[in-house]
């Protein structure tokens, strides 16, 4: 180094997109809460927001003295009719008759459209009324919108919040908005309404939901990987053949033809549940389990996903789709899809992660599917039984189990398939699973951002499929029949096969019975 030069020391200015800390963490948060349901008289509210809200009620995340719940839409109701409406999506047991009153009383409600500025000053007016009723300081009250609501209105409630919804928080309270996917349709759409939101709030304050985040075992998945050691020194390609997060469902669209048929099978569940999902069993470990470290390593996964081969995707629409009558009968949109998703790093180069996901198929699951390669010089002959096996079933019967390769009891030296299980309905006798919408209410309170979508997240998974899906929406990748209670397209197990997936005969996992 020359003598003439010398060290010196910058201040490096904050980055919004780094890691970053929560407003105000060090200021208690002492204000009362108001939960305010947008689309309060439509399907996902009564069936899932509001019996998730009662849920933490019950169980004392939400107290009567400090909460207040505002239902929101355009529909003409008196606060009644709702409580009415809400009730029968509650429990029905005599037992907690006292806990659902108690519950709907906390519940007012306010018609309004969603773009005009009167219905939300009324709004702010029964919310500040029921601040002022708790003695909530100004700024320290909370404000949390839930928008059960189509994402094309997503843009003007937001803009309708900020204008004449908001509160101080200077001393501890904030305002917080949670928004439900799909977020756009393609890469340029998803882009879009993120910019439009993103004029309005800043990303702490934007909470963008997938459920399947808060699903018990999901939630289970960096404990599993990063809390035991000997996944350690296996959770890599020198040892796993390949991965499969699969979705099945035994039913068809069931009147949703008309809404599904927009999306498809990909845009409903591969682009965004499975994906999330995938996320979490190939990331490296975080620096912590702080929310910003965790997305980080996510957001690394999806970055490096190599751009998916036409050879390998399978599309497949079971036969009579098309016979409801809401759904186009020229319709190409797919209700099964497979497709293998590769990941370019040092951990996962050559091991194929298959997304599938199909409607009116012959079962009911969510999984995920890890199989490791063959064992070398197989002394005992048993390749052909199958290889080692470790899944995770997210639903239904909850489960985690190893397949692997034991002595048949008795005299003869001979193998079979069994496994090592923890079946939570048979370990966690008596302990009730939270449904995924309570939980992730609750992060929203606590202002944890970990099991929600960030921006760059959400913009690097649809960077994935909109080349896929543009295909699709020209006609350029067509659908192939395939009969309802089927596996699917044949052509589906075939490009199992030449990925490298060896399929299990003679063994079935059955739930131990309590």
């Known amino acids: 180094m020359a003598a003439s030069a010398e060290w010196h020391c910058e201040k490096r200015p904050f980055n919004k997109n780094e890691s970053f800390a929560r407003d105000n963490e060090n200021v208690p948060e002492t204000g009362c809460l108001s939960i305010v349901v947008l689309g309060a008289s439509g399907d996902l509210a009564k069936k899932k927001t509001f019996p998730a809200l009662y849920n933490l009620y019950r169980q004392g995340f939400l107290q009567l003295n400090d909460v207040h719940i505002f239902g929101y839409s355009r529909t003409k109701l008196s606060d009644d009719e709702l409580r009415d409406r809400i009730r029968g ?14 519950f709907l009383q906390l519940i007012k409600y306010v018609s309004g459209s969603y773009d005009a500025r009167e219905g939300f000053q009324e709004l702010d007016k029964a919310i500040s009324e029921h601040e002022l009723s708790k003695n909530s300081t100004e700024g320290s009250s909370r404000r949390l919108f839930y928008l059960a609501l189509p994402p094309s209105v997503y843009p003007q409630v937001c803009k309708m919040i900020k204008s004449y919804c ?97 999306y498809g099978i990909i845009r409903d569940i591969i682009q965004n549940h499975l994906l999330q999902v995938l996320c979490l069993v190939a990331m490296e470990k975080p620096v912590s389990m702080k929310p910003e470290h965790v997305r980080d390593e996510k957001v690394k996964v999806l970055q490096s996903v190599v751009p998916i081969k036409d050879e390998e995707v399978v599309l497949g629409q079971y036969q009579g789709y098309k016979d409801d009558p809401t759904v186009p009968d020229n319709s190409n949109t797919p209700t099964f899809a497979t497709v293998i998703l590769r990941i370019h790093n040092e951990r996962w180069e050559g091991v194929p992660f298959i997304l599938k996901a199909g409607k009116a198929l012959n079962s009911r699951k969510a999984e995920i599917r890890v199989q490791f390669k063959d064992v070398p010089g197989d002394i005992f002959k048993c390749q052909k039984q199958g290889r080692n096996e470790f899944v995770i079933r997210l639903q239904p019967s909850e489960a985690i189990y190893m397949k692997l390769t034991v002595k048949q009891p008795g005299l003869e030296m001979s193998t079979v398939q069994s496994e090592l299980d923890l079946s939570y309905r048979q370990r966690y006798q008596g302990v009730v699973i939270p449904e995924a919408y309570e939980r992730l209410i609750l992060d929203t309170i606590k202002g944890d951002q970990q099991h929600f979508v960030r921006r760059d997240e959400l913009k690097a998974a649809w960077e994935i499929f909109t080349p896929l899906l543009h295909s699709i929406d020209k006609g350029e990748f067509k659908s192939l029949p395939y009969k309802p209670g089927s596996r699917g397209p044949a052509q589906a197990d075939q490009l199992l096969e030449r990925a490298g997936y060896v399929q299990t005969h003679g063994y079935i996992w059955i739930p131990p019975t309590l």
């Open 89 to 102: 999506y509650l429990p029905q047991a005599k037992e907690v008759t006292d806990d659902v009153s108690d």
């Open 166 to 262: 908001m509160n101080r928080s200077d001393l501890g309270g904030w305002t917080r908005i949670v928004v439900e996917k799909p977020f756009g349709k393609d890469l340029a759409s998803a882009e879009e309404l993120s910019s439009q939101i993103g004029e309005l709030f800043d990303e702490p304050q934007i909470y963008r939901i997938d459920h399947y985040l808060g699903k018990e075992l999901v939630q289970n998945l960096l404990v599993l990987r990063f809390a035991n050691r000997f996944f350690l020194p296996l959770w890599n390609r020198d040892n796993i053949a390949n991965i499969q997060i699969v979705f099945r469902e035994d039913f068809g669209t069931e009147g949703r033809g008309g809404y599904f048929d927009q």
